[in-house]
């Protein structure tokens, strides 16, 4: 197999960075993004004053709180950190075309092809982090390695601010052997809970116990096997290869009322339209998700004909809601899967200016949105729901979600 060179880039603490470059006073403080501590939800991000004290990304509010009571504590502006990510990753695309953006402060980039004509990879990393600094005044951790995987984990190394390298499979299984198996791609909490009750905690130990991870996990210890071995085939995929997007909602206070549900999944389907419309995509499968008050979980999905607007994803989900068990429910989210790439013509609104020159509809909310917000602009049922949510709870349904993968 080629060699590859792939950097994998992550902003250091995006969100509340995003915050303090708006807010320079709020520099040098703890900060944790997310819910507030009265209400129920997790820490987006926290700053790295904020880690000091053991506050991390997904903790309960409360148990933030309690190790932190002193910060500050402040909702997402979701807005802020899209157009932040868009700047950042005009920067990266100078680079190649070949980018996997994984959220909204993470992606992967495929140089192989076109470091030459920048000086190498290294010099490409040294440039974005000089870069991405100088020209938005963030900071950012660059990873450079010969897989996905290895980058990764050189950017976790280079945490905060800085640049590593991993070039070859005999660095990384120096790097990584006696940590943990979770420093493996794709080993989670229960994976690891079976591996750890059958005495294999570290990848020293996945290599000495290779016939025993495969037989515990089957296809999936395959898997971890070849990578502990350093051996990662994926390959940065493009948006249109992406597979899914999604966005969900936890409610401060269990719901029963399925008309204040439809509210929310109707601003949850504005908000994925936008960010498919924005990179060209429509989707195939429309999935609910519901999680109840008991937490027990279930997801209902249609699949058929590509949607990408609003109206038809928001249809969609309404009628899969009204097939489930009507119980308390604490969480609804939306996703979408078979993403694409699809040319539609658009119906033309108004002349844009001289001549036969028309601005397609989508084209115009698309840039009125991007403009002024996904608040501003608004079907009138789009504008109720959004005023039946506040009213009733003070619920919002953020203009950006927190999931790390598309």
Known sequence: MATRSIIHVDMDAFFAAVEILHDPSLAGKPLIIGALPHERGVVATCSYEARVFGVRSAMNIKEAYRLCPHGIYMHPNGGRYV??????????DDYTDLAEYVSLDEGYLDVTHSAHLFGGTSKIGHEIKERTLDEIGLSCSV???YSMMSAKIASEEGKPGGIFEIADAEALQRLIIDRNVRVIYGVGAKSAEVLAKNGIQTVRDILAN???VRDLLGKHGHDIVRLSNGEDVRRVATPSKSKSIGKEHTF???VTDFE???DSLRLM???LSFKICMGGLSAKTVTLKVTYGNMKQITRSKTGSHVSSTREIFEIVSALLDKVERRPVRLVGISLGGLMNESVEQISLFDAGAGDQKLPLQELLLELHYRYGLDKIGTAQEMLARENLREHSGDEIEEDGFNKRM
């Open 83 to 92: 157009e932040a990510s868009r700047q950042i990753h005009k920067i990266w």
């Open 260 to 262: 204040y549900l439809r």
């Open 143 to 145: 990873g450079i390695g």
């Open 252 to 254: 401060q206070k269990d």
């Open 269 to 271: 389907a504005k908000r």
């Open 210 to 212: 290779v016939d025993k």
